[in-house]
């Protein structure tokens, strides 16, 4: 048998379930922030067919509207 002193088993066992919880914490804080859009570099369109708004990039100058599937172009690009 193990022999521990009670504090030392006492530390185990508040220390343990408190770093169980930071590490459960962290990855679901980290597979969130994956999961997000990044909006950067995206603008928000609306279809001139079916009136769908949609996000598409910023450099697309024909994209596909996502419920109709026609494809737009953008009139008033200023460059
Ligand atoms: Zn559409």
Redesign the pocket.
Known sequence: MIRVDVTTFFFIMVTLPVVFIVISWLYVEYKHKTKESKPEGQVISR??????P?MHDKDEEIFK??????Y?EIKDKKS
């Open positions: 279809c001139d067919i079916c009136q769908f949609f509207c996502p419920r109709c599937g026609s737009l």
